[in-house]
């Protein structure tokens, strides 16, 4: 076990008087959200570092390359424990950041380009989004985002007012 590990749900342990329980860091912000905004926040977020080039990831994960020697696994929650393992195997230096990260998905092109200055057709992208630091996909004819989850309620709220103002 790493310094890091107590920060993966799978391997925290309960006691005095903490139990450790997968809850969003968006559930307050999003429980009035209608169908603008979906909680991807759940879903495992590993971080990798290590030589990349033509590396094989596990079955079922998602690679977002953020420098040549540093990427972000995506995988379901409930495979994280394996994926984490595998990755650790093969690279050695990875770092589960489910909890450090919010996600959200969002739906349509107009609303991303109003909360961001990325160019939308070179993602997956590193860049400002409510001015906030996120990660940004693109999920067909949505975009996944993912940021620090302290600035969830903030990074929320912008997203519901900008697409309220667009409707």
């Excluded at 926040?41 to 080039?53: I, T």
């Excluded at 067909?140 to 709220?157: M, P, T």
Aim: charged share 30%; glycine share 10%; proline share 5%.
């Amino acid at each position: 076990m790493t310094s890091l590990d107590f920060l993966s749900l799978d391997l925290a342990r309960a006691g005095e008087g903490h139990e450790p329980a997968p809850r969003s860091p968006l559930e307050h912000a999003l429980r009035w959200a209608g169908t603008e905004v979906e909680d991807s926040s759940q879903m495992g977020k590993l971080e990798v570092r290590g030589q990349l080039d033509g590396a094989d990831l596990p079955d079922g994960t998602e690679s977002v390359r953020l420098s040549p020697t540093r990427a972000l696994v995506l995988c379901p929650p409930n495979e994280v424990g394996r994926v984490r393992a595998e990755l650790r195997e093969r690279f050695g230096h990875v770092v589960d950041v489910t909890g450090a990260l919010a996600g959200i998905r969002v739906r349509g092109e107009q609303l991303l380009r109003r909360l961001t200055d990325l160019d939308l057709d070179s993602l997956p992208a590193a860049g400002a989004v409510a001015r906030v630091p996120a990660i940004v996909l693109r999920d067909g004819d949505a975009f996944r985002i993912f940021f620090a989850q302290e600035y969830g309620d903030y990074v929320v709220e912008v997203v519901l007012d900008t697409a309220k103002g667009l409707a």
